[in-house]
């Protein structure tokens, strides 16, 4: 199991920033991936930005050279610093934890997904 708790949201200005963290507990040892996902209102949950576990970053289009993900493995955290916001970027953010684990049944690496409760984003002027 894998416990995961956001902080840092907030209300902020176009073109502010703000860097959001995921502090994760429990197994973290058998985590392979971590992301950013975000849903704005009467939208799909996207993905932001994800890391591996060695240290390999990716991004959604729309937040390149806007979003940074980072990890600090000795506070078991990860980051998404969000710079040059705008009111599209507004959501709930949420972060996520790919664990992956061998699957007796199947007899095969497999991975399962874990959530925390999201951080709203609100960007306004």
């Known amino acids: 199991q894998v416990q995961l708790v956001e902080s840092g949201g907030g209300l902020v200005q176009p073109g502010g920033s703000l860097r959001l963290a995921c502090a994760a507990s429990?197994?973290?040892?058998?985590?392979?991936?971590m992301a950013w996902y975000r849903q704005a209102p009467g939208k799909r949950r996207e993905q932001v930005a994800t890391?591996?576990?060695?240290?390999?970053?990716d991004y959604a289009n729309s937040v390149k050279g806007r979003f940074t993900i980072s990890e600090d493995n000795a506070k078991n955290t990860v980051y998404l610093q969000m710079n040059s916001l705008n009111t599209e970027d507004t959501a709930v953010y949420y972060c996520?934890?790919?664990?992956?684990?061998?699957?007796?049944?199947?007899?095969?690496?497999?991975?399962?997904?874990?959530w925390g409760q999201g951080t709203q984003v609100t960007v306004s002027s």
């Open positions: 429990g197994s973290i040892s058998s985590i392979d991936t």
């Open positions: 996520n934890a790919n664990e992956l684990y061998w699957s007796a049944t199947q007899k095969t690496w497999t991975t399962r997904g874990y």
């Open positions: 890391i591996t576990n060695g240290g390999r970053a």
